[in-house]
């Protein structure tokens, strides 16, 4: 049973405008959220976390978003840009884990 | 520039080697991870060692072998190893704190296995 569910493995967006992926979850033991960025061949960049003590967390063009009630997450991105065509991964741990995770991915294309 | 540096980028073994992925960050984080990544799937959690004692293994088969000598590496002994470990392998290491942290991952090694 997955626990992280990212439902679009893709997107493609104009530069310029904004990107928005979405991520649920089930485990109402999750409290800490995070986005990895992924090009090929290479490991997974941390983006943005979240606390589930908040409801936003904004760094320069990424902004992510938590609906406890809805056990539901997104990432804007903002403007986006050709360089953000990339995977992006969400990941979930529980208090006191280590353990990461991680949906699916999903694959941005940010057209010229 | 990832500061998890993972050697070596690629290998390629038979069935009956012994090798060995290595993992090393300067970061004094102190929570180092392996994880396994098959094409087109998320990661998935392999070991976690916590203050260089393991602390998770996600019933692993024992043909892999993980040894955290020091805070700072991170290593992943293979033997025997089958067709479908062939996969990215990926290291990862965190800060251990009150303070949720994330973990930051090198590149990986991709293994091939004959």
């Known amino acids: 049973d997955q626990q992280v569910k990212q439902n679009s493995p893709s997107l493609s967006v104009q530069e310029g405008r904004i990107s928005i992926l979405n991520c649920d979850y089930t485990?109402?033991?999750?409290?800490?959220f995070l986005w990895y960025k992924k090009y090929p061949a290479e490991g997974p960049t941390f983006l943005i976390s979240?606390?589930?003590?908040?409801d936003k967390n904004e760094d320069g063009r990424f902004t992510v978003f938590l609906n406890k009630s809805a056990k539901h997450l997104s990432l804007h991105i903002v403007p986006s840009q050709p360089g953000d065509s990339a995977v992006y991964f969400c990941?979930?741990?529980?208090?006191?884990?280590?353990?990461?995770?991680f949906g699916k991915g999903t694959k941005l294309s940010v057209i010229p | 520039d990832t500061e998890v540096t993972q050697t070596p980028k690629h290998l390629v073994m038979g069935m009956t080697n012994k090798k060995s992925l290595k993992c090393e960050q300067h970061m004094g984080h102190r929570a180092m991870y392996w994880y396994k990544q098959k094409a087109k799937k998320p990661p998935e959690l392999m070991f976690v060692y916590s203050y260089e004692k393991l602390s998770i293994n996600e019933s692993v088969p024992s043909r892999f072998s993980p040894e955290c000598p020091n805070s700072s590496l991170l290593n992943l002994h293979l033997h025997a190893l089958q067709p479908e470990d062939s996969a990215l392998y990926l290291c990862?290491?965190?800060?251990?704190?009150?303070?949720?942290?994330?973990?930051?991952f090198g590149d990986g090694t991709r293994l091939s296995i004959l």
């Open positions: 990862a290491s965190s800060q251990v704190s009150g303070v949720r942290q994330p973990q930051h």
């Open positions: 485990n109402s033991m999750f409290d800490y």
């Open positions: 979240i606390s589930s003590i908040k």
């Open positions: 990941a979930a741990s529980g208090a006191g884990s280590y353990q990461l995770t």
